[in-house]
């Protein structure tokens, strides 16, 4: 208990330093999470015919790569190495845990040199993390699709289910990825910090293959409910 010491204090004195440097202005943001949560909700009601028509065309792609998911997943863990899995130890963070503390990090930075685009880009970046994490994971819990460590195969499901074993589809940790650097990416609209964002966010993706906690699929369409969230909320705070 005496070596969790310090670091409780480090996180403490980082959490005041957090909310010191919070300013009114900051409240705008988190006072649309609730309508904006409702907006890409219900978004399927307003859809026309090209929305259903791409729809379609993501339904077609999630199959063919259920339809290969066992084949990639036997691919990867074939090569997974002592390697892979330290790259995966430096960039898994990023999609859970890691995500928060990059963008409170961000955001008092942005607060100290008095960066407001900064502190938008964390703020925008925060509230899609958090509504494509509700949004996955109720889809978790209606699918329950069997994570690929439990041997049970791609085509698994036991819906509903609050177990993480039956947590596979869609990814979380890509999702979550995904929603931030589609965030940043159109808060700069710069061609290499979209491009290392996005970059980011991939190998987030494939570190959850390399571990065997999530199937091809399950990142595939992680990834675009993490952009669609993204670039939801950034049109509609522009």
């Known amino acids: 208990m005496q070596n969790d010491k310090p670091k409780f204090k480090y996180e403490m004195l980082y959490l005041i330093l957090i909310v010191c440097s919070w300013d009114i202005n900051s409240m705008d943001w988190w006072r649309s999470f609730y309508p904006d949560a409702r907006h890409i909700i219900s ?12 729809f379609s065309c993501v339904l077609v792609a999630t199959g063919s790569f259920a339809s290969n998911d066992e084949t990639i997943r036997n691919f990867s863990q074939s090569r997974r190495s002592s ?9 898994r963070p990023l999609g859970a845990e890691g995500a928060a503390l990059m963008l409170g990090s961000v955001y008092l930075y942005g607060c100290i040199t008095s960066n407001t685009k900064l502190k938008k880009a964390a ?15 109720a889809i978790k819990c209606l699918i329950g699709r069997s994570r690929p460590y439990m041997e049970k195969g791609a085509f698994s499901c036991s819906p509903p289910s609050i177990y993480s074993d039956n ?12 929603s931030i650097a589609s965030c940043i990416t159109d808060e700069y609209k ?29 990142i595939f369409v992680g990834s675009l409910i993490g ?12």
Do not use: C, M
């Not at 952009?227 to 522009?238: A, C, F, P, Y």
């Open 167 to 178: 947590h596979s589809f869609p990814s979380g940790h890509t999702s979550t990825a995904f």
């Open 227 to 238: 952009i669609s969230v993204g670039r939801t909320i950034s049109k509609l705070h522009q």
């Open 190 to 218: 710069n061609p290499i910090i979209g491009g290392l964002a996005y970059g980011v966010a991939t190998v987030v993706g494939l570190s959850r293959v390399n571990d065997d906690k999530h199937w091809a699929s399950d």
């Open 43 to 54: 978004s399927p009601l307003r859809w026309d015919t090209g929305d259903w028509a791409k």
């Open 123 to 137: 703020l925008l970046s925060g509230e899609s993390a958090l509504i494509s994490t509700a949004i996955v994971g």
């Open 83 to 91: 390697t892979t899995d330290k790259i995966d130890d430096i960039f």
